[in-house]
């Protein structure tokens, strides 16, 4: 009997230590487990964060190229608009005006329809975040610091009213100021 429990003491020892090696395997297999977890989560918030950045990024770009286009199409506008006003102080023939104010008009529209309109800068106090003052000219005591003559209009997107182009104007000094 003594070596029967002595046989049972050491099949007890032997499958403790087993039990010991096997509860270490699966306390491995568990931290290995957790690590492997909080990489996939960290990789899928890297994933989320990056396919976000990404959609900005194309957002950005298409709103810059809509500006850039935008800009060339003002460019046009300011263009028409000069001669259009030259024309007029020429008395030009009333049928070329006319077909060249129905132009002028046309490339308005179409700045209005991509979002964006020309403000109104004449007689408004000198504002940088609006204007660039390219000079200033004697004026009337009334017109000190306000816009005398615009060079070149500005316009603003019309969802967000963010000006996209400055106004270049000139503005009006009282000669004490001189």
């Avoid at 931290?31 to 957002?59: G, M």
Wanted: charged share 35%; hydrophobic share 35%; proline share 2%.
């Amino acid at each position: 009997m003594e070596s029967q429990l002595t046989e049972l003491s050491t099949d007890h020892e032997h499958i403790a230590s087993k039990n010991d090696e096997y509860r270490n395997k699966i306390d491995e297999y568990e931290t290995q487990l957790s690590r492997l977890q909080s990489e996939i989560l960290r990789s899928h918030s890297d994933a989320q964060r990056n396919r976000k950045l990404a959609v900005e990024k194309e957002e950005q770009a298409a709103e810059k190229a809509r500006v850039e286009v935008a800009s060339r199409i003002m460019s046009v506008a300011d263009d028409f608009a000069n001669a259009l006003e030259v024309a007029e102080e020429q008395e030009m023939d009333s049928k070329w005006f006319d077909g060249f104010k129905a132009m002028a008009e046309k490339v308005d529209s179409c700045l209005v329809t991509a979002g964006y309109r020309r403000f109104e800068s004449l007689g408004e106090e000198m504002d940088p975040s609006r204007h660039e003052a390219l000079a200033t000219m004697p004026a009337p005591e009334d017109m000190d610091g306000k816009v005398i003559q615009v060079v070149e209009s500005g316009y603003e997107d019309m969802k967000t009213s963010k000006v996209v182009r400055v106004a270049k104007v000139l503005v009006g000094r009282s000669d004490g100021d001189a």
